[in-house]
């Protein structure tokens, strides 16, 4: 596969998207046949796709290897527990084989099905395509909500930041540096929370609602899954963080209203009320890739959003990530573990003895000297990254997307966003016409950020 703008120290990157344009190029030339797939998460909440593939016994193989990087893909964006197939006996028992707790998907089963839904996971096969479930959205109208006094809460990995906000004016915010991801008593956890809850509610008359902006998987206001949590037992997990942030409200008042989103959900939020846009897709650059998305109708919609997790290389000897055991994901390529994979190839040598965040620094000091071996690294990123917004868009309606975290900070983080840009345009013209790449302020994003999670509760 030769590529217009490739990413110059990965020449055997293979984008997501221009594998799939290629497969369906060709089975638009081949004997083809419709595959309806259904992802099934909590409440009976459905994403349905139909789609073509080449016909069965025609090339099953390719079929398979297209089928389940497509798949992964929507269960990390949407979620679910359930996938159910019509269409294609051999691409059902292809599936149903990969997603048992010893097969090849079996992280995404216990990922899914025991911590996410607490369901045990299944792959259904319907030999009538129309008697699956059909598409039904959770989308809702979260925040923007600025009448009265809130408290806006944001719980980072080494700091929390609190705010308390009356009529939408921030009259108050702090943040704390705390240590979530090394402490394995849920104690210091609910007391960090509550020591922001009531310092903010101390600066106001009342509390009128709480809103939390939290990284992790957040259902119902609860906590499936997060690395802040990391060294909690999984007793202690189920039986006092799950429900963290509804026992702290309670703390403040039986009845204060309270909403809890994903950290990524509430930036793109925050693009979005200081766009006054939609239609927002928001990508976290850090230790991991982190997604928020807000549709076109300006509501949050439920999906996970997990683009860490996203396969965006079809390239079989792609990078590793070590969590998952699965190859070519967002995560080796949008953090900081995407420079670091780079440096060799870059010719940068980097002091094993580093951690990934000084690993990091190092790569961007040299940056900040015009090392243009950095810079490569940079416009390699760029490539990765116009390719996979191309490949997003299939699952996304995007008009705007907002660019943060550590990796897209200085110099770097311009080449970075200009080499995207340049894929965009050439490649994928219709697209580039439409969606606008930002990188907000840092500042302001943290300010916004904490009108943003105030604003979520009605």
Not at 68 to 93: A, M
Request: glycine residues 8%.
């Amino acid at each position: 596969m030769k590529l217009k703008y490739p990413a110059l120290l990965d020449p055997d990157f293979q984008p997501m998207e221009l594998v799939l344009r290629d497969y369906e190029e060709r089975m638009r030339n081949s004997a083809h046949q419709r595959l309806s797939i259904a992802l099934e998460r909590h409440k009976g909440y459905c994403e349905r796709f139909d789609f073509d593939i080449l016909q069965d016994g025609l090339n099953d193989e390719t079929n398979f290897a297209i089928v389940e990087r497509y798949i992964k893909t929507l269960l990390w964006v949407f979620g679910g527990w359930k996938i159910h197939v019509s269409g294609s006996r051999p691409v059902y028992e292809y599936l149903r084989a990969a997603y048992t707790r010893e097969g090849l998907r079996k992280f995404d089963v216990w990922f899914m099905g025991d911590r996410v839904y607490e369901r045990e996971f299944e792959v259904a096969y319907w030999e009538n395509p129309d008697d699956m479930p059909a598409t039904k959205h959770s989308a809702k109208a979260v925040g923007r909500h600025l009448n009265g006094c809130r408290i806006g809460f944001d719980a980072g990995g080494s700091d929390r930041k609190v705010s308390a906000v009356i009529d939408g004016e921030t009259v108050y915010s702090e943040e704390v540096v705390w240590h979530p991801k090394t402490q394995s008593d849920p104690q210091y956890h609910l007391d960090g929370i509550l020591d922001s809850f009531r310092t903010a509610a101390s600066k106001m008359p009342r509390v009128d609602g709480i809103g939390v902006s939290t990284a992790g998987v957040t259902i119902d206001n609860r906590i499936k899954v997060a690395a802040l949590f990391i060294k909690v037992s999984e007793e202690d997990f189920h039986s006092r963080v799950k429900d963290i942030y509804l026992t702290a409200a309670k703390a403040l008042g039986e009845n204060v209203p309270i909403e809890v989103a994903n950290d990524g959900d509430v930036t793109a939020l925050a693009g979005a009320m200081d766009l006054n846009e939609n239609g927002i897709l928001g990508i976290a650059m850090g230790t991991s890739e982190a997604g928020g998305y807000v549709d076109p109708n300006g509501n949050i919609t439920g999906w996970l959003n997990e683009l860490a997790f996203v396969p965006v290389d079809f390239n079989r000897d792609a990078a590793v990530d070590e969590w998952s055991g699965d190859y070519g994901c967002g995560v080796k390529y949008f953090s900081q573990d995407g420079v670091i994979k780079l440096a060799p190839a870059a010719g940068i040598d980097l002091d094993e003895s580093l951690t990934p965040a000084e690993k990091l620094s190092a790569v961007q000091k040299l940056m900040e000297q015009g090392d243009p071996r950095a810079a490569k690294i940079y416009e390699s990123i760029g490539s990765y990254f116009g390719y996979t917004l191309a490949f997003y868009a299939r699952f996304y309606e995007i008009n705007h997307v907002l660019i943060m975290g550590r990796v897209t900070s200085g110099e770097g983080g311009v080449i970075l966003l200009n080499r995207a840009r340049e894929v965009l345009q050439g490649e994928f013209p219709d697209l580039a016409a439409r969606i606008q790449l930002n990188i907000p302020d840092e500042s302001s994003r943290r300010v916004g950020q904490s009108i943003a999670a105030a604003s979520l509760p009605e």
